[in-house]
């Protein structure tokens, strides 16, 4: 506010002073005093289900072996922003993506539900969803961007790759068929 004070100021004094005047217009900006206060990292090369594995396949058909997915989850004070990266997935296909409570385990449904921001609806404002789709060579990026922050005792541990895009309304809305890879989330 001072240096808005200030610079009207300036400005009124070189128009007394017949100098040029400049306007300086602000605009509400969503500012996160902590951008990196709670950050978290997985990733690598897909790999067959295995007790502590960061990375894993659970449909080779979908998600082969030797294929990657990188995911970084950042949240400040008001805003979270999540990204992931693929490689070497099947070409030209869509498929559904979102965070989950629970890490990776042996079977796909060990990731637990999608985490949600307050616990009531499946939706791409309450849930952190990231589809995408992959080019001629399996390879995409996809990031979501949410007006709220992960709570800190209550973080997303892993990404999920689902074999269909993520039903978007209606009664079957976040659903987005079986899940095809995990990756394990920690914090960094």
């Given amino acids: 506010m001072r240096v808005l004070v200030a610079l009207a100021a300036v400005g009124l004094l070189s128009v007394a002073?017949?100098?040029?005047?400049?306007?300086?217009t602000t605009h509400p900006v969503a500012h996160d005093p902590s951008p990196t206060g709670i950050r978290l990292a997985g990733g690598g090369t897909l790999t067959k289900p295995a007790p502590k594995a960061l990375a894993v396949t659970y449909d080779t058909k979908l998600a082969p072996l030797g294929a990657s997915a990188e995911v970084v989850a950042e949240s400040g004070a008001v805003?979270?922003?999540?990204?992931?990266?693929?490689?070497?997935?099947l070409p030209n296909r869509t498929y559904g993506a979102h965070l989950h409570i629970a890490p990776c385990g042996i079977k796909p449904d060990d990731s637990g539900p999608h985490y949600q921001h307050v616990h009531s609806h499946a939706s791409a404002t309450n849930e952190v969803w990231?589809?995408?789709?992959?080019?001629a060579q399996g390879a995409a990026t996809a990031t979501a961007k949410q007006q709220w922050a992960f709570a800190p005792d209550r973080v997303p541990h892993s990404l999920v790759i689902h074999a269909k895009p993520t039903v978007r309304a209606g009664a079957d809305a976040g659903t987005a068929g079986p899940r095809v890879a995990c990756v394990t989330l920690t914090e960094s």
Avoid: H
């Fill in 17 to 24: 002073c017949g100098g040029q005047s400049t306007t300086v």
């Fill in 79 to 89: 805003l979270a922003t999540s990204t992931v990266t693929v490689g070497g997935l």
């Fill in 130 to 135: 990231l589809d995408f789709t992959t080019d």
